[in-house]
């Protein structure tokens, strides 16, 4: 077994059922939204990001064209999450949460193509 194909699996599997668990609920209802899980699949996505550099095959880069996409999408429904929290005077609104699960689940497209790909890598794998 190899420990850095774990750790790799692990984070691409975490990075996606945070953003799943951030995603999940109605789209326009702030309370069933946790801004702290939001906050955890960004950064869990970030190391997920890391830990897909080096690898220089196709399958590799498209890994992290995958985690660029999930990173940008989160990053911007922080930034609009945290803009409406504490700057903005109307606070947290239905249409600004729609915004930000919205991008929240474009995150998790990406996210999901990213486990796909892991998936169909691992069950490929031929051992010498």
């Known amino acids: 077994m190899n420990l850095e194909k774990v750790v790799f699996g692990f984070f691409v599997v975490l990075a996606a059922t945070l953003n799943f668990g951030f995603f999940l609920g109605d789209i326009d209802d702030p309370t069933v939204h946790n801004r702290y899980e939001l906050f955890a699949a960004v950064v869990v996505n970030l190391?997920?990001?890391?830990?897909?550099?080096?690898?220089?095959?196709?399958?590799?880069?498209?890994?992290?064209?995958?985690?660029?996409?999930?990173?940008?999408?989160?990053?911007?429904?922080?930034?609009?999450?945290?803009?409406?929290?504490?700057?903005?005077?109307?606070?947290?609104?239905?249409?600004?949460?729609?915004?930000?699960?919205?991008?929240?689940?474009?995150?998790?497209?990406?996210?999901?193509?990213?486990?796909?790909?892991?998936?169909?890598?691992t069950a490929s794998f031929h051992r010498g």
């Open 47 to 121: 190391i997920a990001t890391v830990l897909k550099f080096g690898d220089r095959t196709q399958l590799g880069a498209v890994h992290l064209a995958t985690s660029l996409v999930a990173d940008l999408q989160l990053i911007a429904a922080a930034l609009l999450l945290g803009y409406a929290a504490y700057i903005s005077t109307a606070g947290l609104t239905a249409s600004t949460t729609a915004s930000i699960v919205s991008l929240s689940g474009g995150a998790l497209l990406a996210n999901l193509v990213s486990v796909v790909l892991l998936v169909v890598e």
